[in-house]
Structures are given as structure tokens and as C-alpha cells.
């Protein structure tokens, strides 16, 4: 699946320019809006709060709950970007380096497929 296309640039802009025109910076500190990241992701969650797992997958194929769940992660994303639009931060060059640490944290050949948190591995090292 191809992603709409639409540069980060792009998607940076059109958020600026969404806060600006409503005079919203003002509101925008980083307390404000790392809560509002994460009272979206609570909004995400409630959709999937007491499924199965394979109720949650099934949950997608739903036309309309999808729309909704596609809202909230839109949701996340716009605040992201819009911290870090607000407060210089280079998302792009932020992701590589924390792909780049949990790459080391997590060394393919101790964790592939397994689900233990990294100090486990740590744990077992010393
Ligand atoms: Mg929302």
C-alpha cells in the first residue's frame, strides 16, 4: 500500500499554518501538548479497551470504525509534528537516531522474535 502522497514538508506546513490561523501557538507549550499526544492515544486505545486480540484486527475491516481509528492516529501525528514545528525539532533526523539506539538495545540475534523488554537481555548479559 502506497502511502498518500504528501511530502513531511508539506505535512509540516499545513499544520503550521492550521495553528497559526487560529492563533493557537499561544496555547502550544510542551506540557500541552505532550498531554494532548497522549489523551489522543488514549482515544485510540478506548476503541480496542476489553477486545481480544483478534477482535481488535477484525475491528479494522470496519469501514466506519476504521475512519475513526485512522482520526485518532491522525490525531497523534498532527500534535507531534505540531511540538515539534513549535519548538525546532527535526523529526525526520529524531526517528533515525532513536531507530539507530534501539537497533543497539536490541540486537537482532538476542530478541527476534521475542517480546522481552531489553533490560531482560541486560539481566542475562551481566
Ligand atoms: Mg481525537
Known amino acids: 500500500m502506497k502511502d498518500y ?37 488514549a482515544e485510540l486505545m ?3 479497551q476489553w477486545l481480544t486480540i483478534e477482535q481488535s484486527k477484525q475491528l479494522l475491516k470496519n469501514k ?11 490525531d497523534i501525528a498532527i500534535y507531534i509534528i505540531d511540538f515539534c514545528n513549535l519548538f525546532n525539532i527535526d523529526i ?5 537516531r532513536k531507530l539507530d539506539k534501539s537497533a543497539k538495545k536490541y540486537p537482532v540475534y538476542l530478541v527476534k522474535g521475542k517480546s522481552h523488554k ?5 539481566k542475562l548479559k551481566s
Open 118 to 122: 531489553y533490560t531482560y537481555y541486560r
Open 64 to 74: 466506519k470504525k476504521r475512519e475513526e481509528i485512522e482520526d485518532e492516529l491522525a
Open 46 to 48: 478506548e476503541h480496542f
Open 5 to 41: 502522497d504528501i511530502t513531511l514538508q508539506e505535512i509540516k506546513s499545513r499544520i503550521k499554518q492550521f495553528i497559526k490561523e487560529r492563533d493557537w501557538e499561544q496555547f502550544h507549550s510542551p506540557k500541552n501538548i505532550s498531554m494532548s499526544i497522549a489523551i489522543e492515544a
Open 92 to 96: 525526520g533526523k529524531s526517528i533515525v
